[in-house]
């Protein structure tokens, strides 16, 4: 079986967690472990239709509303950046988070749809690919320490 090719608005992503599904949602969820991974400060109401801004390492802010939380398996969410060096207006994004169970932890397929340039998806996948790490790290009971993005401009 192949894999359809991802089109070029998008970035896919894929990670293997040593954490229940369930253990992983929670980052996803709570204001403080998401901030652990993933900001500095944020404001976040998270349910369907609910809004969130969050400034990310780097001092850029990305906000957004919540279109699906179905816990434990599945969040969806518009994204866009308020600040910062890419150019995708609030919201102007789509962003899945799938949790799966698999053996031993959880499989994680993140999809940010939407990005209006190639640029934008690289930085992106960049962006997205760091978090994840630290998300995974922190899901697995362990300390990413400090984001070291903190001092570099965001994607």
Do not use: N
């Amino acid at each position: 079986m192949t894999t359809p090719p991802t089109p070029m608005d998008t970035v896919t992503l894929e990670r293997r967690i040593d954490a229940r599904p369930e253990a992983v949602f929670a980052f996803l969820t709570d204001r403080e472990k998401w901030l652990s991974w993933m900001g500095e400060d944020g404001v976040f109401s998270i349910a369907p239709g609910g809004s969130y801004r969050v400034r990310v390492p780097g001092g850029a802010v990305a906000s957004g509303r919540f279109a699906v939380v179905e816990p434990p398996r599945r969040m969806v969410l518009s994204w866009g950046w308020e600040s910062g060096p890419v150019s995708v207006p609030p919201g102007g994004s789509t962003v899945e988070i799938t949790l799966a169970p698999a053996p031993g932890g959880t499989l994680l397929r993140l999809v940010h749809s939407g990005l209006p340039t190639t640029e934008a998806c690289e930085a992106q996948a960049e962006s997205w690919q760091h978090h994840i790490d630290r998300l995974a790290s922190l899901s697995e009971g362990h300390d990413p320490g400090p984001d070291p993005w903190t001092d570099r401009p965001a994607v």
